[in-house]
C-alpha cells in the first residue's frame, strides 16, 4: 500500500497537473516560447503518474464498494462479491507498482541528443588507437538504433588512431542508454606496436554531455574570447592556408572549445558554440546535483587506468563493467556495437536506486 507522504504527493501533482493545463489553455502563453516549452514538458510529465493516480483512486473506491456488498450479501451473491474484491485488490496492486515506476525522478536529458568526447589518455598511441575503437563500437551502436551519428571535430593520431573526437547522437533514447558511458575505459591488449607479445593496459576517457539548446544556456557575447588561427594536422602541419579554425574561452567558467575540422570559420564557430552551451548546461546541472550529495564524482576524472569504468580484456574476450560487477565474456560482439545488456543493466540499475531513495 502507497503510504501518507506518497498519498499527499501525487494529490499534490493532481494539483499541479490541473494548474499546468490551465496555463496551457492561456493564449498568451504562445508569446514566450521558453515557457510554453517548459510547460509543454512539465505536462507530458505529469499526464502518466496522474491518470494513473486516478485509476488507483478508483479501485480503491471499486473495494470499498465490494467489501461493503461481501458484508452485506449472503450465498452466491457474498460469493460474487468477494470475486469482485480479489479482482479491485489486484488492480490495486498493479496500480501502486505502476505508480511507484511513474514517480522515479524524470531526467531533464531524457530527450536530448548526446554529444559525447572520447580522447585517448594513458599509453601513448595505444591510448588513441583504442579510443578510436571506441568511436567505432559507439556509431555501430548507434546504426543499430537507427541514431544519426554527426562529428564535431576530430583529431587524428599519427598511427591512424584518435587524439580526440566530438560527435552528435542524434535519435531517440540516446541520452537513457548512453549517459553511462562516461568515464574512464581501460583496455588490456597486446598493442600492435609490442614486438614480445606482452599484454599492455591503457585508457581512453569518454565524456557524455546532454546536447543544449540555445533556449537552454543564455551566453553572454561580452563574456565569450574569440580566437581563430589556420587549421593543423597531425605533426602541426597547415592543412588550409585561411584562418577558419575558432577557439572560444568563457571567461567566467574558464571553459574552452576548439573546432577546426570545416574550411568555413562560421561553421566552425557555430559547432564550438553547440559544444560550449553543452558544457555550461552540464556544468549546470553538476552544480545543482551536488547541492543534493556531496559524493557526486567527476565522470571523466583523470583518464587513468586505476580509474577505470569499465574494463576491455582482449585476451580472455572479456568486458567488466565496474559499476554494477557485470562481467560478459563477449568482447568481440561489444566491440562491434552489440551493447544492449550493459546498457539495459546500467539503466536497470539506475531505476533500481532511484526507487530505493524514493
Known sequence: MLNDRL????????????????????????????????????????????????????????LRTARDMVAEAVGPERDLAQTEVAQAEGAIARLEEELRLLLVP?????RRNVIMEIRGAEGGEEANLFAKDLYEMYTRYAQSKGWKVDVLSSSPSERDG??????????????????????????????????K?????????????????????EI??????????????????????TD????????????????????????????AMTVLRSRLLQAEQERQAAELSEQRRSQVGGGGRSEKIRT??????????????LTLHKLDRVLLGDLDELTDALMADKRTRQLDEE
Open 7 to 62: 498519498r499527499s504527493r501525487l494529490a499534490q501533482l493532481e494539483r499541479e497537473f490541473a494548474a499546468v493545463e490551465t496555463e496551457l489553455a492561456d493564449p498568451g502563453l504562445a508569446s514566450d516560447p521558453r515557457r510554453l516549452r517548459d510547460v509543454s514538458r512539465r505536462h507530458r510529465e505529469l499526464e502518466a503518474p496522474v491518470a494513473s493516480w486516478r485509476r488507483l483512486e478508483s479501485a480503491a473506491e471499486d
Open 106 to 110: 524524470h531526467d531533464p536529458n531524457a
Open 162 to 195: 584518435l587524439n580526440e573526437i566530438t560527435f552528435v547522437v542524434k535519435g531517440e533514447g540516446a541520452w537513457s542508454r548512453l549517459e553511462h558511458e562516461g568515464g574512464p575505459h581501460r583496455v588490456q591488449r597486446v598493442p600492435v606496436t609490442e614486438s
Open 197 to 217: 607479445g606482452r599484454i599492455h593496459t591503457s585508457s581512453a576517457a569518454v565524456a557524455v554531455l546532454p546536447e543544449a539548446e540555445e533556449v537552454d544556456v
Open 220 to 241: 553572454d557575447p561580452g563574456d565569450l574570447k574569440v580566437d581563430v588561427y589556420r587549421s593543423t594536422g597531425p605533426g602541426g602541419q597547415s592543412v588550409n592556408t
Open 244 to 271: 577558419s579554425a575558432v577557439r572560444i574561452t568563457h571567461l567566467p567558467t574558464g571553459i574552452v572549445v576548439a573546432m577546426q575540422d570545416e574550411t568555413s570559420q562560421i561553421q566552425n564557430r557555430a559547432k
Open 312 to 325: 576491455y580484456n582482449y585476451r580472455e574476450n572479456r568486458v567488466t563493467d565496474h559499476r554494477i560487477n
